[in-house]
């Protein structure tokens, strides 16, 4: 069964940096795509940054330049270093995980809030 564990939240001042781990254990085999998502109080669910096995990745405008989404294969932890830390940083960022069956399969982040696995989430508080 596949497992995912979020760490490295916390509280910081703005324009400090932290850097978020997510732990997979019961990996998908073959083709897989991950994400980092955040949610704020009374906004919905957005996707920050996503990345395929093969490393190819993408990052929300919001983000562009500050965020930076990186992957261990070999000891499967999905990672996100956050940077120039705003007050509208502030939210439950979550790890999500999905394998892709087929060679035409995108790795999305409307895909993965269709197919995949979630985390618990790690509070990141950005104070003035």
């Known amino acids: 069964q596949v497992q995912l564990v979020e760490s490295g939240g916390g509280s910081v001042q703005s324009g400090g940096s932290l850097r978020l781990s997510c732990a997979t254990s019961g990996f998908i085999s073959g083709r897989r795509c991950m994400a980092w998502f955040r949610q704020a109080p009374g906004k919905e669910r957005e996707a920050v940054a996503t990345?395929?096995?093969?490393?190819?990745?993408s990052d929300a405008d919001s983000v562009k330049g500050r965020f930076t989404i990186s992957q261990d294969n070999a000891k499967k932890i999905l990672y996100l270093q956050l940077n120039s830390l705003g007050l509208e940083d502030t939210a439950l960022y979550y790890c999500a995980a999905a394998g892709l069956p087929f060679s035409t399969t995108r790795c999305t982040a409307d895909y993965l809030l269709r197919f995949g696995r979630w985390g618990q989430g790690t509070q990141v508080t950005v104070s003035a």
């Open positions: 990345i395929d096995s093969d490393g190819t990745a």
